[in-house]
Structures are given as structure tokens and as C-alpha cells.
């Protein structure tokens, strides 16, 4: 396990207690780190900084370990995939009209490349991911296998200047380094070009209601941000904000209910009816509780 501090004060001087650790045994096992997997309420000691509010896990497993399960972890969202290509690539469309052009994309944790099909289907005449799971990259299909990259993403992998945008969904709150993550994609992209990401809103009315009982109080989230704090450290690593919004979801009445807060012998027979019935396979869309920011990198930060 190793120590954090807070990613924009750079310090744990203001930490305070916001939840006590909930590990246990088998907390850290490849079907925990799988993707979208049942929320199970296993998760560190969590603390949030009174100087710039965000929260974050402390301590943490190294973060070699961490590249291991996600390494060994399994695709298990093949079905709700369609979904939440439609979610990101709809505000992959509104994103548009500020990149500085449809060249090159990169996406971070892209899975089975989903996002990537539809990205070359919006006009990017060239795209690529990294992704750690090597059960995710041999589910991609042969469109966009090639351009997928069996690895974590780290400085070194693309040349400078190589990308007119970076994206990342439900990935960066994993990251237990988000500046270097931050200060990589700004090497990579043109002047001007995007870092476009959409991930867990800890500021969100859903989470603030459910407290530790919400599903983003989890094992696999090093930091949780909200509007303010997001906003905050993509302009301290040389990026000017260009929009913040919240995130509508489109997703079936029965992945609604996988994430649910209800008991989880209740879950346990409840999903996989639902998974089974018309009505558990009907879409719904709600806000419940994602965040989209767009920033563009400034040269003159540097």
C-alpha cells in the first residue's frame, strides 16, 4: 500500500475523514477490477481535502499491482457496450465544433474499442487506444483491433504532437497519478488540441444523497472529482477549460438496477430476471450522475 496526497493541493495537510476503510478480505481480485462490474461497497479509507474539496483513497495498493488486475481483468459489459458508445459518442458530436480538427484520436482505457468505431465513423481519419486488458482487446473487432495498444497509458507510447484529441471515459477517477496522466496528454496533443473526458461527478445529488452507499464508493476510484475540483487540476497542468456539463446516460432498466443501492441477494435475483424480461431490457435515460469536461491545451501554460 502506498500514500496519497491530494492531486491539485499536493499535500495531505488538509485531509479529513470521510470514510473508513471497508477492504476486507479478496478486496483486490481481477473480477473487481473488471469494468462495470455490481457494486459490492468494498473500498479504501477515503478522505476529502478541506483547502480544494476533492476526495480521494489513502492509502492504496502500488500502483504496479494495481496495473496487474486491471491487466488480468475481464470484459464483462459486452452487452451494455452499444449503450454507452450511443452516450459518448452524442457528446462526441457537441465536442466537435472545438477541436481544432478531426485528425488523429486517442482514447485512454478504451476497452474493446467501442467508442473507437464510432469516432472513425464521426470523420477521425485515424484513431487508436490503450487499453491494459488483454480480455478486452481480443473481444475489439478487426476494424480497430490493430489500433489498439495492449497497455497502460504512460509517457513514450505516441510521439509529440501526434493527436488532435484524447479521450477517457469512467477512467481517469482510476488513475492514482492524474497530473502525469494530464501532463502526457498534453505532450502528445497539437497546440490547441482536446483532452475530452467523462467520468463519476462526486458533486452530483445522487452521490451526495447516498453517501457511502453510493456505487462510486468503490475499491476501484483513487480520486473522485466534481465540477470544481476537475476543472481545477486539467488548469493547473496547462489546459484552459472549455466546457463542463452534466452527463445523460442511456442504459436498460436492468444495468439501472445492477447499480442500485439495494441488498445484493436482492440483485442477485432480480438482475438476471430483468435481464431476461422486455420491460428489464427497455432503455431509459437519466442523469445519474456523470460529468463531461472538455479542455484545450494552451501552449502558453507551459
Same mark, same amino acid.
Given at each position: 500500500?502506498?500514500?496519497?496526497?491530494?492531486?491539485?493541493?499536493d499535500?495531505?495537510r488538509?485531509?479529513?475523514?470521510?470514510?473508513?476503510?471497508?477492504?476486507?478480505?479478496?478486496?483486490?481480485?481481477?473480477?473487481?477490477?473488471?469494468?462495470?462490474?455490481?457494486?459490492?461497497?468494498?473500498?479504501?479509507?477515503?478522505?476529502?481535502?478541506?483547502?480544494?474539496?476533492l476526495?480521494r483513497?489513502?492509502?492504496v495498493?502500488?500502483e504496479?499491482?494495481?496495473?496487474?488486475?486491471y491487466a488480468?481483468?475481464?470484459?464483462?459489459y459486452?452487452?451494455e457496450?452499444?449503450?454507452?458508445g450511443?452516450t459518448?459518442?452524442?457528446?462526441l458530436?457537441?465536442?466537435?465544433?472545438?477541436?481544432?480538427?478531426?485528425? !488523429? $484520436?486517442?482514447?485512454?482505457?478504451? +476497452?474493446?474499442g467501442f467508442f473507437?468505431e464510432?469516432a472513425?465513423?464521426? #470523420? /477521425?481519419?485515424?484513431?487508436?487506444?490503450v487499453?491494459p486488458?488483454?480480455d478486452?482487446?481480443e473481444?475489439?473487432?478487426?476494424r480497430?483491433?490493430?489500433?489498439? !495498444? $495492449?497497455?497502460?497509458?504512460?509517457? +513514450?507510447?505516441?510521439?509529440e504532437?501526434?493527436?488532435s484529441?484524447?479521450? #477517457? /471515459?469512467?477512467?481517469?477517477?482510476?488513475?492514482v497519478n492524474p497530473?502525469?496522466?494530464?501532463q502526457?496528454?498534453?505532450?502528445?496533443?497539437?497546440?490547441?488540441?482536446?483532452?475530452?473526458?467523462?467520468?463519476h461527478?462526486?458533486?452530483?445529488?445522487?452521490h451526495r444523497l447516498l453517501?457511502?452507499r453510493?456505487?462510486?464508493?468503490?475499491?476501484?476510484?483513487?480520486?473522485?472529482?466534481?465540477?470544481r475540483?476537475?476543472?481545477?487540476?486539467?488548469?493547473?497542468?496547462g489546459?484552459?477549460?472549455?466546457r463542463?456539463?452534466?452527463?445523460?446516460?442511456?442504459?436498460?432498466?436492468?444495468?439501472w438496477?445492477?447499480?442500485?443501492?439495494?441488498?445484493?441477494?436482492i440483485?442477485?435475483?432480480?438482475v438476471?430476471?430483468?435481464r431476461?424480461?422486455?420491460?428489464?431490457?427497455?432503455?431509459?435515460?437519466?442523469?445519474?450522475?456523470n460529468l463531461g469536461?472538455?479542455g484545450?491545451?494552451?501552449?502558453?501554460?507551459?
Amino acid at each position: 500500500m502506498r500514500h496519497t496526497l491530494c492531486a491539485i493541493c499536493d499535500t495531505d495537510r488538509w485531509d479529513r475523514p470521510l470514510h473508513a476503510e471497508a477492504l476486507g478480505d479478496g478486496a483486490f481480485t481481477s473480477e473487481r477490477f473488471s469494468a462495470r462490474r455490481t457494486p459490492d461497497r468494498v473500498h479504501y479509507r477515503m478522505v476529502r481535502c478541506a483547502n480544494c474539496g476533492l476526495i480521494r483513497s489513502d492509502p492504496v495498493l502500488e500502483e504496479a499491482e494495481l496495473a496487474r488486475l486491471y491487466a488480468q481483468s475481464h470484459l464483462t459489459y459486452a452487452q451494455e457496450a452499444e449503450f454507452a458508445g450511443e452516450t459518448y459518442a452524442r457528446y462526441l458530436r457537441e465536442v466537435l465544433p472545438l477541436a481544432p480538427a478531426q485528425g !488523429r $484520436l486517442l482514447e485512454i482505457g478504451c +476497452g474493446s474499442g467501442f467508442f473507437l468505431e464510432r469516432a472513425l465513423d464521426l #470523420g /477521425f481519419t485515424e484513431v487508436c487506444g490503450v487499453e491494459p486488458s488483454r480480455d478486452a482487446v481480443e473481444a475489439a473487432s478487426p476494424r480497430v483491433r490493430d489500433s489498439i !495498444r $495492449l497497455d497502460g497509458f504512460r509517457d +513514450g507510447l505516441f510521439p509529440e504532437g501526434h493527436f488532435s484529441m484524447v479521450c #477517457g /471515459f469512467q477512467v481517469f477517477d482510476h488513475l492514482v497519478n492524474p497530473n502525469a496522466t494530464l501532463q502526457t496528454c498534453r505532450r502528445i496533443l497539437r497546440p490547441g488540441g482536446l483532452v475530452f473526458l467523462i467520468h463519476h461527478d462526486a458533486g452530483a445529488w445522487t452521490h451526495r444523497l447516498l453517501g457511502e452507499r453510493s456505487p462510486i464508493i468503490d475499491v476501484e476510484h483513487i480520486y473522485l472529482y466534481d465540477r470544481r475540483t476537475m476543472a481545477r487540476i486539467l488548469v493547473k497542468n496547462g489546459f484552459d477549460v472549455l466546457r463542463v456539463f452534466a452527463v445523460r446516460n442511456r442504459y436498460p432498466i436492468y444495468y439501472w438496477s445492477g447499480m442500485a443501492p439495494l441488498p445484493s441477494g436482492i440483485k442477485r435475483g432480480l438482475v438476471p430476471r430483468l435481464r431476461n424480461s422486455a420491460l428489464g431490457r427497455l432503455a431509459v435515460a437519466w442523469n445519474a450522475g456523470n460529468l463531461g469536461i472538455v479542455g484545450c491545451f494552451n501552449p502558453e501554460k507551459i
